[in-house]
């Protein structure tokens, strides 16, 4: 029996957004800095959020694209606008954008996951910075710049919610270990296969960054958000239902993942979205720190 709390309907901001050119490189340099220990999630029922639609956006990035700051306090700006409604997540990829080169840029923040995304989509192969908005098909083509993720959010940010993804997540100290307990509900009949991907994504990662807009063209400490670390899925995860309804039973999803050393559990949370298996088009997402 789904929760009375479908009886609640979503608001939305009746704002736009015009991403612009110019970028004021602090703001870059800072981005993260103000407020690096997040909220506690974990506790609670998720039937007390308020289920509103959420936007993916995909920023496809890498440490030597000396433009990818910009798009990176495009992201803060839609965040300070649009709140919660998006989720970003920020994918290294390519030899050209995210390959180690020292000494300098000696980490690897590229992943399996980003990788294939990257591949299937061709996104860094049409040059960075790029993104796709729930991965819709924008005048013939997924992939869209920076410039216009505010505008094209903006279309979609107040559309009618299709789905909602309940998500609570609780981290085991002792063994170093997240997992992540999802419900989702859907609000409408969708005719397509719908599959679910599961990501953990860390913030605050402080490292040099080729940077336009930084003395030299560098930002030493630049501080990388929203970064895709590992998998809980595959990159294009898994079936979790076909043709559903509204009147389609809640489906509970659990995954769990150790973390490594470097993946700081105060800094991580964890993104869950669904998508139409036959064009792709993201119709929900969710995010949520783990600590």
Known sequence: MKSFLKLFFSFGLLMTLVACDEVDSDIVANYGKENTTPEDTTGGADTTEIKI????????????????????TAIKTLEDLYGEKVVAMALHVSATFAQPQPPTYTADYRTNEGTDIDDFFGVSAAGLPKGMVNRLLIQGSRIIPYQSWGSEIGNIINAPMEAWIG??????????????????????????????????VQDSIISPQKDLDSPGGKNLNYVHMHMLRKGLTSAFGETIISNPTANTPEISKTYSLVLT?????????????IYKASNYEVIQAQEKHIK
């Open 53 to 72: 639609r959420k936007v993916l956006l995909e920023d496809f990035t890498g440490h030597t694209c000396p433009n990818c700051p910009r798009a990176a």
């Open 167 to 200: 998500m609570n997540n609780s981290y085991d100290a002792a063994q170093n270990k997240v997992t992540t307990n999802l419900k989702i509900d859907f609000e409408t009949a969708i005719n397509d296969e719908i599959k679910l991907c599961v990501f953990l």
């Open 261 to 273: 050393q470097d993946q700081v559990p105060e800094h991580c949370k964890i993104i869950a979205y």
